[in-house]
RNA sequence: UGCCCGAUGGUGUAAUUGGCAACACGUCUGACUCUGGAUCAGAAAAGUCUAGGUUCGACCCCUAGUCGGGCAACCA
């Protein structure tokens, strides 16, 4: 993306720029990424980071990263680490240290109290169906709780008593006193405070009263010094709120604004916390990392790289209408990074072998290849080449149509950065598979010699088989096969699972220079894609993940004529 | 029968605030290529949800609809 031509703004940093003319909150930008740590981040998630992130480095500004962690039943620090870990490799530095909503809990407990002494909040004896019940429908306004009109001092006992765990789980709410009859569902005597007798992830046992999302969110920005609050289109209805409980406490100019902007959604793929849960326990993925989960995690191990996340999440941009974004704008980011970093090498998936006849049989020269011609600096490297060599089983043809810019009988082919060879006759097996494929070769067509070279329409990876390394190459595909898995009323998700997601590969040939990878390793496998180590790698065997195939111009063309 | 959002090529996002629709992905040509990759050149594709109104002029403002999404957890 050009960076010199001014870039027209979203409609948040239209908002920012406003604040900042009219001298808001002193000029500052601070926002924050605030993710509950009960499960593992997804691309969804990375929108965000990138979002608020990105702001506050626009602006120069700060972000902060807030566990938002006021339900100790479903939060866990295994989550807070990889949360803290995915935000890292994406690239970005929260300011200072991260924060946590469980670190307000008193100063939230003390603002309930200042609430029930103002008259504006009581503690409710009803049991959840009867307080459900009274809340009404959002077309019809809710009834008042017999317990709304208690004395300060009976609320102030009462509250005290639910802190101290002197009543039961469920058995008493404090709820702010706003409007029952608000056509706003969240007015209506909200919930503020519920007794939880679980062991905090943070604060052990020491409460036994927790506060809601909405009665904890404002006031944690509040005391972040935040001034802009991005979240997601679904608490819009919230907003009323957020600002409701932030008069209540606020004493200075200052006033952290909640701004809403549309999730994304990625077609092919589900992105509700619930939903990945589901997939994880149920085994239909190994993990949360599994690399064709949506998850940060589950796209570091499939070789995704951060700067195709974030280049991602720019392209996306930021809006309030509900979205699709297609998956082969994710892949033509990976793709792009992947293009210009990734060294090159040969590998081949399903191989055939090719025997050179005229290539003498002792003989093993090395062959200079080029480590990434989108990189100049990345240099070169030696790959032994004798006369019996693995190639694509897709790449033979025993009755090619003219299309077909590779090899059949008769047909010339240059292989990669060595020689033309011509196919003289192939063999076959009991089940008529090709099994050996004869050619012979023109000395004079090395590669990189200055004889005048014939011109041939095709050229093929090899791996020498002599020198070969062995590998398993895991081959993904989309999760699901339906573009909009969670959007069918009365169909399962789980029913458009994809039974091909995942092919594993044995016996698969690699050129010897990949002796010693590591995971992580990102490597172009010449003519197929960009391909991973997985850790599952060991010594002797190493495993890599595709994360993406290479754009595959034959593929459509035999699409197309079948 | 409520309240809150939203609507621009297949997809996503723009249109410097009222000057006659742009960029990216995808698709399709062609060039180039020792990766059918990359790169380069080009094309098709929306007349901006509908109907009125204001205006010299509307994607943009107003009115009324239509369609889509969200809101009734002691979840976030």
Redesign the pocket.
């Known amino acids: 993306m050009p960076e010199d031509e001014?870039r027209?703004?979203?409609?948040i940093e239209?908002i920012i720029e406003e604040d900042l003319r009219n001298g808001k909150n002193e000029g500052r930008v601070h926002t924050r990424f605030?993710?509950?740590p009960?499960g593992y981040l997804h691309i969804g998630h990375a929108k965000s980071i990138c979002l608020n992130f990105g702001i506050a480095q626009q602006y120069a500004g700060k972000c902060n990263l807030r566990f938002?962690d006021?339900?100790p039943?479903?939060e866990d620090t295994e989550y807070v680490e990889s949360i803290m870990e995915d935000v890292r490799w994406l690239g970005f530095q929260w300011d200072k240290e991260p924060y946590y909503?469980s670190d307000y809990f008193g100063q939230l407990y003390e603002w309930a109290v200042m609430l029930i002494k103002k008259g504006l909040a009581y503690v409710?004896d009803?049991?959840?169906e009867a307080?459900?019940q009274q809340?009404?429908?959002?077309?019809r306004p809710g009834t008042e709780s017999p317990f709304r009109n208690r004395t300060v001092e009976e609320n102030l006992r009462l509250f005290e008593g639910m802190k101290n765990g002197e009543y039961e789980?469920?058995?008493?709410?404090l709820r702010a006193k706003i409007d029952m009859s608000s056509?706003?569902?969240?007015m209506r005597d909200p919930?503020l405070y519920?007794?939880?007798k679980k062991e905090h992830h943070r604060t052990g046992n020491k409460w036994v009263i927790?506060?809601?999302?909405?009665y904890?969110?404002g006031q944690s920005d509040y005391l972040e010094g935040i001034t802009h609050s991005l979240c997601t289109?679904?608490?819009?209805?919230?907003r009323p709120l957020y600002d409701w409980f932030l008069d209540q406490i606020i004493e200075s100019d200052y006033r952290p604004r909640q701004i809403?902007f549309?999730r994304l959604n990625l077609?092919y793929t589900v992105m509700s916390k619930r939903k990945l849960l589901q997939l994880v326990q149920q085994g239909l993925v190994n993990g949360w990392d599994d690399p064709r989960m949506p998850t940060i995690a589950g796209m570091r191990r499939r070789g995704y790289t951060p700067a195709s996340i974030r280049n991602f999440a720019d392209?996306?941009?930021?809006?309030?209408?509900?979205?699709?974004?297609?998956v082969?704008?994710l892949?033509?980011s990976v793709?792009?990074d992947l293009?210009k970093i990734a060294p090159?090498v040969m590998a081949v998936l399903d191989p055939v072998e090719l025997v050179i006849t005229n290539y003498p049989e002792a003989v093993t020269e090395m062959v200079s290849l080029e480590n990434?011609?989108?990189d100049p600096e990345a240099g070169s490297r030696e790959v032994p080449f004798s006369r019996r060599l693995y190639i694509e089983r897709d790449d033979f043809m025993t009755d090619p149509p003219a299309?077909?810019?590779?090899l059949g009988p008769g047909r010339e082919v240059?292989l990669?950065?060595?020689y033309i060879v011509k196919c003289e006759s192939y063999e076959t097996d009991a089940d008529g598979r090709v099994s050996r494929i004869l050619c012979t070769y023109d000395a004079d067509?090395?590669?990189?010699?200055g004889t005048k070279?014939p011109?041939v329409k095709?050229?093929?990876?090899w791996v020498d088989a002599a020198s070969a390394l062995d590998a398993e190459v895991r081959l993904y595909d989309r999760l699901f096969m339906d573009e909009d898995p969670a959007g069918h009323k009365d169909r399962d998700f789980l029913e458009f699972l994809n039974p091909d997601s995942l092919k594993v590969l044995k016996g698969c040939k690699i050129e010897p220079s990949l002796s010693s990878v590591m995971p992580g390793d990102k490597f172009?496998f010449?003519?197929?894609g960009y391909f991973c180590v997985d850790p599952d790698s060991t010594p002797g065997l190493p495993v890599f993940n595709r994360t993406v195939a290479?754009?595959?111009?034959?593929s459509?063309?035999k699409e197309?004529h079948s």
């Open positions: 001014k027209s703004l979203n409609f239209s605030p993710p509950e009960n938002d006021t339900n039943e479903t909503a409710d009803q049991p959840q307080i459900s809340r009404g429908v959002p077309t789980e469920g058995s008493r709410v056509p706003n569902m969240h919930i519920r007794i939880l927790y506060p809601m999302y909405d904890a969110h289109l679904e608490f819009e209805v919230h809403e549309a077609s392209r996306i941009g930021v809006a309030k209408r509900d979205n699709v974004i297609d082969s704008l892949e033509f793709r792009e293009n090159r990434n011609p989108e299309k077909f810019f590779r240059r990669k950065g060595a067509t090395r590669s990189g010699t070279q011109k095709g050229t093929l990876h172009q010449q003519r197929v290479l754009k595959d111009e034959w459509k063309i197309k």
